[in-house]
């Protein structure tokens, strides 16, 4: 194995990617497949999370994937995948996070009912699970390597945009703060705590607006790099902090938004 396969390899390990029948929870999944680790990916949707890892093993990479049902929208439901999960395996190497809905609707009728839901989903099922699991990642934890939980944060939770999803921008810093305070209290057990803010990427959520080629493009041009983000761009982040070249980073928000959180419409003196 070559330096730069070591620093980076994440063969052998074990990953539980949520929300990962889709999106950016699946390009996660691919990642870490094609890198060698054994990933659960679980959603509501057990079947198609079982078609999901399908596709993946037929890939011939060096990892190998399964899919059940996982819900995490209720206390019940986030008991019923933690048992799930500790039946597979006694170790847990990697937990992401992606699990999360979004609701969009006009400030003058956007629902008290999406707060709750929204809230539930991205915030409180995150504490929740990651607690839950805690056991697995402890065993997985040392000091030469620690156990990695990656959140999945938002542009929209570092800069002040709701456009519509007041629930969600809201869910979505508060996702950033959870993962710096679990960061510090992790820190001891030897395990990370990190949280990706992407920018648009295409998936089930954004599909609205970005489902089509022409639509991406568009959507792309209000990007300061000029594209929405593409697979590699998670798989990149993703292998870096759950490899030995992440292994000295906790407590970081990374963005993936090709500049979107650095924007601004200000300017001083120029025209």
């Not at 929300?19 to 094609?34: D, F, N, P």
């Not at 079982?50 to 890939?59: D, F, H, I, M, P």
């Not at 006694?90 to 937990?95: F, M, R, S």
């Not at 839901?117 to 934890?141: I, M, Q, S, W, Y």
Request: net charge negative.
């Amino acid at each position: 194995m070559s330096y730069l396969d070591e620093l980076f390899s994440v063969a052998g390990k074990t990953a539980l990617v949520t929300g990962a029948a889709t999106g950016i929870g699946r390009m996660a999944a691919t990642a870490l497949v094609q890198a060698g680790a054994s990933v659960m990916i679980a959603s509501r949707k057990g079947e198609d999370c079982v078609k999901v890892a399908e596709e993946l093993n037929e890939l011939g990479a060096p990892g190998r994937a399964e899919g059940f049902a996982g819900d995490v929208s209720s206390e019940a439901g986030i008991a019923a995948l933690v048992a799930e999960v500790k039946a597979r395996t006694g170790k847990l190497n990697i937990l992401i996070n992606n699990a999360g809905v979004s609701w969009g609707a006009p400030l003058e009728s956007f629902p008290y009912s999406a707060w709750a839901k929204v809230l539930g989903v991205n915030v409180t099922a995150v504490f929740h699970l990651t607690r839950e699991l805690l056991p697995l990642l402890d065993a997985a934890a040392s000091d030469a390597d620690p156990a990695r939980v990656i959140n999945l944060g938002s542009v929209m939770g570092t800069q002040p945009l709701a456009d519509d999803a007041y629930s969600y921008t809201a869910s979505k810093a508060a996702v950033h703060h959870l993962t710096r305070t679990l960061a510090l209290e992790f820190a001891a057990r030897r395990i990370t705590v990190n949280a990706f803010a992407p920018g648009p990427f295409q998936s089930r959520m954004t599909a609205f607006a970005t489902g089509t080629q022409e639509q991406a493009r568009h959507v792309g041009n209000h990007v300061p790099i000029g594209r929405i983000g593409a697979p590699d761009d998670i798989a990149g982040a993703t292998l870096y902090l759950c490899s030995r070249a992440g292994s000295y980073v906790t407590g970081a928000i990374l963005p993936i938004d090709g500049g979107q959180s650095v924007q601004h419409g200000l300017t001083l003196f120029k025209e």
